[in-house]
């Protein structure tokens, strides 16, 4: 079992940046693809970028590609989301979420969810 917790979301002004910690507990993140997927009101939760942990492949949705980078600290068992030149409509609750093996974009696909952290940009 792997439990995941989220931390670094906030208010920020369109343009800013901020960054996103997934630390795992219980166990490593060796083996799994650990992605953020974005829920924003009225709207069903969506793929945002994915990491496979032993490979480091990395795939970003093209609404973040260029803006969002995904980054893992192996050491600590935590993996983070770099978010530069922030819109308003990146404004969400933003899931870390792990799974077994290689990495899919369907939330149904996903092993383990963080609780989430809401990211809100101001325009």
């Known amino acids: 079992q792997v439990q995941l917790v989220e931390s670094g979301g906030g208010l920020v002004q369109a343009g800013g940046s901020l960054r996103l910690s997934c630390a795992a507990s219980g166990r490593t993140f060796s083996g799994h693809a650990v992605g953020w997927f974005r829920q924003a009101p009225g709207k069903e939760r969506e793929f945002v970028a994915a990491t496979t942990w032993s490979s480091g492949t990395t795939y970003y949705a093209d609404s973040v590609k260029g803006r969002f980078t995904m980054s893992k600290d192996n050491a600590k068992n935590t993996v983070y989301l770099q978010m530069n030149r922030l819109k308003p409509e990146d404004t969400a609750v933003y899931y870390c979420?792990?799974?077994?093996?290689?990495?899919?974009?369907?939330?149904?696909?996903?092993?383990?969810w963080g609780q989430g952290t809401q990211v809100t940009v101001s325009s």
């Open positions: 979420a792990a799974r077994w093996g290689l990495i899919h974009t369907s939330t149904n696909r996903q092993d383990y």
